[in-house]
């Protein structure tokens, strides 16, 4: 995983590639009522420790409160949330903010990040959250602290110091981050560290030393496919038995142990936990255990069919990442019933109709090939599903957040993602949220408009719900001298976290914002959902033309006589301009950058 943003969305039109580095092992690389502050709880249906609390509903309704401190969805730029919770056009031109629409809290872990764990690293000034995952944490071994990213570094086994997760979640608690940690459920683990190639050099028709730097004599490098057959999973374990056997307990004790040295969820302890990473991407990534995990492991087998042989024997694939994303969610609410569970986290968010639609041809998968699901009636309504069955039997919720990876572009986001995952989650299994466990935008540390367009998730973020996010990886990379730098998403992530350099933030509850201007998308948020106080406005404009003599209405609030002003214009860091009048509930002439980002603060 990593690389630059896909464009997929929902739709079957492409998607991220999945092409990030190792970095898995070890280091580098509302509460109802008043305000949505102190983080957004579970909402909907029965509680982690049982007994039911709150019945959400979205029941007609495609924006708003789903009555029970979650989302029935969000509008997009160029709409207003109504009364009934249903999104419709603005009336009038500009832009118009309205703090009685919308009315949904925003997650505080929204900004978050991934492996921002080294001492230079200063993301944590205006991140939340920070992020375990990836390719390599798919097969993690938290007893060896031994980890494999599958064929983007040759399938090869790399040890890491002996305490990788733990010293990762003291040092994302020592900086007040939460953490979002991946758990395993293929039952493939990396084992022993590979070190020589003696065992494979038959296979390998290579006299190298290492396989996991298979450098040629001429300079070349030995196709990862190819040490990827030959290994295959010697240098595994097997810690269930498949679908028949799914015995966690190995994970289980892994859970059991973050709970007793960092507490539960609800004390201070590990919030977020995701189950495995990218199973849409299994069959490419994990060449070494994809044929003994679903033999016989061929390329775009079909999903939907029976396994003939071996652990998985008489169980489809599809069935099988049901029954074990059933069964480790299940693992992970025994072990703390306060902490929030990721489900499906694919890579690309098209498969979540079909988990091999991207991959393996939209709609067809080859000839002769089943199609057991449409984008109408989804493998991840399938799961919720399953979800559900589950908490109507044991009286909790084990599936807290729908979770994908690199949703598309902001419209994508907007006509395509989100509005599918509401969709299926307000008809199959109200109260789960949203979550985006990985993304990030192209060109972040060489293009400054890459500001503006992270701006623009992070609003969108807020408006539809999202409850977590974490971008792929730190927003403080290595330039071209070793040295740590701010990248212009870091800067975008300060216009929400730190715009006055004094610790000032965007709001924690999403009310309405329209805008009928070209490329210019704006997001607003007040301190409290019945007696607001402040209101902040995000204008981003996306575009390559400035925007001059733009009008902002505001719609039941009453401000003062100016709303200040702070702006990253091009990339730039936060900076204060001149404040702007209010005059008759209205900001008139109004001017903005191309590619920026403005945030007015109005206060009573």
Same mark, same amino acid.
């Given at each position: 995983?990593?690389?630059?943003?896909?464009?997929?969305?929902?739709?079957?039109?492409?998607?991220?590639?999945?092409?990030?580095?190792? *970095?898995?092992?070890?280091?580098?690389?509302?509460?109802?009522?008043?305000?949505?502050?102190?983080?957004?709880?579970?909402?909907?249906?029965?509680?982690?420790?049982?007994?039911?609390?709150?019945?959400?509903?979205?029941?007609?309704?495609?924006?708003? /409160?789903?009555?029970?401190?979650?989302?029935?969805?969000?509008?997009?730029?160029?709409?207003?949330?109504?009364?009934?919770? +249903?999104?419709?056009?603005?009336?009038?031109?500009?832009?118009?903010?309205?703090?009685?629409?919308?009315?949904?809290?925003?997650?505080?872990?929204?900004?978050?990040?991934?492996?921002?764990?080294?001492?230079?690293?200063?993301?944590?000034?205006?991140?939340?959250?920070?992020?375990?995952?990836?390719?390599?944490?798919?097969?993690?071994?938290?007893?060896?602290? !031994?980890?494999?990213?599958?064929?983007?570094?040759?399938?090869?086994?790399?040890?890491?110091?002996?305490?990788?997760?733990?010293?990762?979640?003291?040092?994302?608690? /020592?900086?007040?981050?939460?953490?979002?940690?991946?758990?395993?459920?293929?039952?493939?683990?990396?084992?022993?560290?590979?070190?020589?190639?003696?065992?494979?050099?038959?296979?390998?028709?290579?006299?190298? /030393?290492?396989?996991?730097?298979?450098?040629?004599?001429?300079?070349?490098?030995?196709?990862?496919?190819?040490?990827?057959?030959?290994?295959?999973?010697?240098?595994?374990?097997? +810690?269930?038995?498949?679908?028949?056997?799914?015995?966690?307990?190995?994970?289980?004790?892994?859970?059991?142990?973050? &709970?007793?040295?960092?507490?539960?969820?609800?004390?201070?302890?590990?919030?977020?936990?995701?189950?495995?990473?990218?199973?849409?991407?299994?069959?490419?990534?994990?060449?070494?255990?994809?044929?003994?995990?679903?033999?016989?492991?061929?390329?775009? @087998?079909?999903?939907?069919?029976? !396994?003939?042989?071996?652990?998985?024997?008489?169980?489809?694939?599809?069935?099988? !990442?049901?029954?074990?994303?059933?069964?480790?969610?299940?693992?992970?609410?025994?072990?703390?019933?306060?902490?929030? &569970?990721?489900?499906?986290?694919?890579?690309?968010?098209?498969?979540?109709?079909?988990?091999?639609?991207?991959?393996?041809?939209?709609?067809?998968?080859?000839?002769?090939?089943?199609?057991?699901?449409?984008?109408?009636?989804?493998?991840? @309504?399938?799961? @919720?599903?399953?979800?559900?069955?589950?908490?109507?039997?044991?009286?909790?919720?084990?599936?807290?957040?729908?979770?994908?990876?690199?949703?598309?572009?902001?419209?994508?986001?907007? *006509?395509?993602?989100?509005?599918?995952?509401?969709?299926?989650?307000?008809?199959?299994?109200?109260?789960?949220?949203?979550?985006?466990?990985?993304?990030?935008?192209?060109?972040?540390?060489?293009?400054?408009?890459?500001?503006?367009?992270?701006?623009?998730?992070?609003?969108?973020?807020?408006?539809?719900?999202?409850?977590?996010?974490?971008?792929?990886?730190?927003? &403080?990379?290595?330039?071209?001298?070793?040295?740590?730098?701010?990248?212009?998403?870091?800067?975008?992530?300060?216009?929400?976290?730190?715009?006055?350099?004094?610790?000032?933030?965007?709001?924690?509850?999403?009310?309405?914002?329209?805008?009928?201007?070209?490329?210019?998308?704006?997001?607003?948020?007040?301190?409290?959902?019945?007696?607001?106080?402040?209101?902040?406005?995000? &204008?981003?404009?996306?575009?390559?033309?400035?925007?001059?003599? @733009?009008?902002?209405?505001?719609?039941?609030?009453?401000?003062?006589? *100016?709303?200040?002003?702070?702006?990253?214009?091009?990339?730039?860091?936060?900076?204060?301009?001149?404040? +702007?009048?209010?005059?008759?509930?209205?900001?008139?002439?109004?001017?903005?950058?191309?590619?920026? !980002?403005?945030?007015?603060?109005?206060?009573?």
């Amino acid at each position: 995983n990593g690389g630059a943003m896909g464009d997929g969305g929902v739709s079957g039109t492409g998607g991220a590639t999945s092409t990030g580095g190792r *970095t898995a092992s070890g280091g580098s690389t509302s509460s109802g009522g008043e305000t949505a502050s102190g983080g957004v709880p579970a909402s909907g249906g029965a509680t982690g420790t049982g007994g039911a609390t709150c019945t959400p509903s979205c029941t007609s309704k495609t924006c708003g /409160s789903d009555g029970c401190n979650g989302t029935c969805g969000g509008c997009p730029p160029s709409q207003l949330c109504s009364a009934n919770g +249903v999104c419709q056009a603005k009336s009038g031109s500009g832009i118009v903010v309205d703090v009685r629409s919308q009315l949904t809290p925003i997650s505080p872990d929204i900004y978050g990040v991934a492996f921002a764990t080294d001492s230079a690293d200063d993301s944590y000034k205006v991140a939340t959250l920070n992020r375990w995952g990836g390719d390599s944490a798919a097969s993690y071994n938290w007893q060896k602290d !031994i980890d494999n990213a599958g064929g983007d570094w040759n399938c090869a086994n790399y040890a890491g110091s002996g305490n990788g997760t733990d010293t990762f979640v003291k040092t994302s608690k /020592s900086r007040g981050l939460d953490t979002l940690m991946t758990i395993p459920i293929t039952g493939w683990l990396a084992n022993v560290a590979t070190m020589s190639d003696t065992t494979y050099s038959a296979q390998l028709g290579q006299n190298l /030393s290492f396989c996991n730097y298979p450098q040629l004599p001429d300079g070349g490098l030995l196709s990862s496919g190819t040490c990827c057959k030959a290994i295959g999973a010697q240098e595994s374990i097997l +810690v269930d038995k498949g679908s028949s056997n799914l015995d966690t307990s190995f994970m289980g004790d892994w859970l059991s142990h973050f &709970v007793s040295t960092f507490g539960t969820a609800a004390n201070g302890g590990l919030k977020y936990y995701q189950l495995d990473n990218e199973p849409d991407n299994w069959q490419g990534l994990r060449q070494d255990i994809y044929p003994s995990l679903y033999p016989p492991g061929t390329n775009c @087998m079909d999903y939907s069919v029976k !396994i003939a042989s071996g652990n998985e024997s008489g169980v489809s694939p599809n069935d099988d !990442i049901i029954n074990r994303s059933v069964a480790y969610a299940a693992a992970i609410k025994n072990a703390d019933p306060t902490a929030q &569970v990721l489900f499906l986290s694919v890579m690309n968010p098209d498969d979540m109709i079909n988990l091999m639609q991207t991959e393996c041809g939209v709609g067809t998968w080859g000839n002769g090939m089943a199609i057991p699901y449409t984008v109408d009636k989804s493998y991840a @309504m399938a799961m @919720m599903a399953k979800g559900k069955q589950y908490e109507d039997t044991n009286h909790r919720r084990i599936f807290d957040c729908l979770d994908t990876h690199y949703p598309g572009t902001a419209q994508q986001m907007w *006509t395509n993602t989100f509005s599918h995952f509401q969709g299926w989650i307000n008809s199959t299994y109200p109260g789960t949220a949203i979550c985006v466990s990985e993304y990030n935008v192209a060109n972040d540390t060489s293009d400054a408009a890459a500001a503006a367009l992270e701006a623009d998730y992070l609003g969108t973020f807020g408006v539809v719900g999202v409850r977590a996010a974490a971008y792929w990886t730190s927003l &403080v990379p290595k330039d071209s001298k070793n040295n740590y730098a701010h990248s212009y998403a870091y800067n975008a992530f300060a216009m929400f976290r730190n715009y006055d350099g004094a610790g000032g933030k965007f709001g924690d509850v999403s009310v309405g914002a329209a805008s009928s201007y070209s490329g210019v998308h704006v997001y607003a948020a007040t301190d409290s959902s019945s007696k607001p106080t402040t209101l902040w406005i995000m &204008v981003v404009n996306t575009g390559t033309s400035a925007q001059s003599n @733009m009008t902002v209405t505001l719609n039941n609030f009453t401000g003062g006589a *100016t709303a200040k002003v702070y702006q990253s214009v091009n990339g730039a860091a936060p900076a204060a301009a001149a404040n +702007v009048a209010i005059s008759a509930g209205a900001i008139s002439s109004l001017s903005v950058a191309a590619n920026s !980002i403005t945030l007015l603060v109005v206060g009573q």
